[in-house]
């Protein structure tokens, strides 16, 4: 197993290569956390992630012979990037086989990094059959994502580094997917002090730790479908999973919704861009998923912060829906001139913005005389839209909401 001085020995092998992130504390969540909340930002990590920690300790073990001949790793993206960067600066060849879902900018990034990419199957278990296939074929260095002693010690570092920003720390929460990330800082934390509370959190549609530790092994989820691509992983390490049960108090699950909530509540009140992955910490304090009181000291670990414009407009629109300021509304009218006009103006004195309308006729379940008018309204939240739903049903104007 992995010890502390694993994890100190890891620190001072790569310290020269990687940035301390900082680890503020912030006002903006006093609602969800009545202590001190801090941010630890790995996002502002090399490549973006916390993944360059563990990837180079681990690089830096290889032999003369093996940098020669290269090394592969299967990645959903974060992981890859980090291999391409060390491996780089090594003179090592790398090749990062990735899922085809893999968003664009980490593809982008890792090629650009000098990696060759091998786009495979749909999810990290399909990319990892590939590079263990390379490996065997070519002669290179597997470098795993999460199971392996030296990529675990290397990211138990982030921990290190919360002890010292944060000496008084009750609680860390931490983001799981393979078990490495949380696994190293749950070493450094609880070793250094046991009365440190390390709290995993995964996302319910990639919930693979939390189904291992209620079989007692590791358990293989059929499907992993979820917006934090970088924990998307179907099965958790043989090497973590111990780690995890020794150290870790528990894993928690999160949703979507909160997830998407947490990513655009980070970039509205922090002014900062975290990707679905890195944003479950906070997620699972959206959702009450962690008990804590006025007097706890907390650390949120942002993991990473690499996340395309396309999905991270769907995830703000979905946040958007999620704190009510996105609202679909149907109205039922008589389908004669004046009523939209009507409608419009009576949302207009309500202060919400219409930001879409379309009718619908043929495939609604209405009277041949009525049309269903559909609504898209920004908000100022939930409680505004229902005050625009009472006021449209105290004029008479049948509504129900379309979300």
């Known amino acids: 197993m992995v010890a502390l001085a694993d994890v100190r020995r890891a620190r001072e092998r790569i310290s020269d290569q990687i940035r301390v992130t900082p680890c503020p504390p912030t006002e903006q969540f006093r609602d969800i956390f009545p202590g001190v909340l801090h941010l630890k930002r790995e996002n502002e990590q090399f490549t973006g992630s916390f993944k360059v920690r563990g990837a180079l300790n681990r690089i830096l073990q290889l032999s003369e012979d093996e940098r020669a001949r290269g090394v592969v790793a299967a990645s959903a993206g974060n992981h890859g990037q980090a291999v391409a960067l060390h491996a780089g600066r090594m003179g090592a060849p790398a090749t990062v086989v990735m899922p085809r879902t893999t968003p664009l900018v980490k593809i982008a990034n890792t090629e650009r990094l000098g990696a060759r990419v091998e786009l495979v199957g749909e999810s990290f278990h399909e990319a990892r059959e590939r590079a ?5 074929t070519e002669g290179l260095t597997f470098i795993h994502a999460f199971d392996d002693e030296h990529v675990i010690a290397g990211q138990g570092t982030v921990g290190l580094e919360i002890l010292e920003a944060v000496p ?18 749950a070493v450094a934390l609880k070793a250094s002090d046991p009365s440190i509370r390390v709290i995993g959190v995964e996302a319910a549609a990639a919930a693979g730790a939390r189904a291992s530790l209620d079989a007692g092994h590791p358990v293989e989820l059929s499907s992993v479908d979820t917006i934090a691509d970088g924990i998307a992983v179907k099965r958790v390490g043989e090497k973590t999973l111990p780690l995890i049960r020794k150290w870790v108090e528990k894993v928690v699950t999160v949703s979507e919704d909160a997830i998407a909530q947490a990513v655009l509540l980070l970039l509205e009140r922090e002014k900062t861009v975290v990707e679905g992955a890195g944003a479950v910490a906070l997620a699972a304090l959206l959702e009450g998923r962690v008990s804590c009181g006025p007097g706890d000291v907390g650390v949120a670990l942002l993991s990473g912060g690499n996340t395309d414009v396309n999905m991270i407009s769907r995830i703000i629109h979905r946040g958007l829906v999620r704190d009510g300021r996105l609202v679909g509304l149907v109205a039922t009218v008589r389908d004669r001139p004046g009523a939209l006009a009507r409608l419009t103006a009576l949302v207009a004195e309500t202060g919400a913005n219409v930001l879409e309308t379309y009718h619908q006729r043929a495939f609604a379940d209405i009277s041949v005389g009525d049309v269903e008018i559909v609504l898209h309204l920004e908000t ?5 839209a229902q005050e625009i739903l009472d006021h449209l049903r105290e004029n008479g104007i049948r509504t129900r909401r379309a979300d």
């Open 132 to 136: 263990d296939e390379l490996a065997r």
């Open 168 to 185: 008084q720390v009750d609680l860390v929460l931490v983001p799981v997917g393979g078990g490495g990330l949380v696994s190293g800082v």
């Open 380 to 384: 100022r939240g939930a409680g505004h």
